[in-house]
Nanobody, 119 residues
C-alpha cells in the first residue's frame, strides 16, 4: 500500500509555471505506475499524464502535451508535474494516483492540490 501527498499548487498568472510534487510513503513506490489527474469545478476528473514505474514511458492528455512534463524520482519516492505556459483552463484540483497493474483504474489517490491560473 502507498499513501500519497501532493504539494506545490498555488495561484499563477497565465503563461506562468508551477511544479507539483507528490510524496509517497511505503517501500514499494518504484513498483507503481503513476498518474496525474485534475478536476475543475463542476466537471469530471480528467487524465493529465502518466509515467511508467521506471520512468521510461510517459503519456499526456492532448490538452497539456508540450506544456506539462511528468517525471519521478524513485529514490526520493516522489512524483512531479512540471507545468509551463499555464492557461486559465488549467485551473483545477490536481491529484496524483498510483496504479498497481496495467488497466483503466488507479488504486491509490492523494488528497489533491489546488492550481489557479488567472488571465
Amino acid at each position: 500500500q502507498v499513501q500519497l501527498v501532493e504539494s506545490g499548487g498555488g495561484s499563477v498568472q497565465a503563461g506562468g509555471s508551477l511544479r507539483l510534487s507528490c510524496a509517497a510513503s511505503g517501500r514499494t513506490f518504484s513498483r507503481y505506475a503513476m498518474g496525474w489527474f485534475r478536476q475543475a469545478p463542476g466537471k469530471v476528473r480528467d487524465f493529465v499524464a502518466r509515467i511508467s514505474w521506471s520512468g521510461g514511458r510517459t503519456y499526456y492528455a492532448d490538452s497539456v502535451k508540450g506544456r506539462f512534463t511528468i517525471s519521478r524520482d524513485n529514490a526520493k519516492k516522489t512524483l512531479y508535474l512540471q507545468m509551463n505556459s499555464l492557461k486559465p483552463e488549467d485551473t483545477a484540483v490536481y491529484y496524483c494516483a498510483a496504479q498497481e497493474s496495467i488497466g483503466p483504474t488507479y488504486d491509490y489517490w492523494g488528497q489533491g492540490t489546488q492550481v489557479t491560473v488567472s488571465s
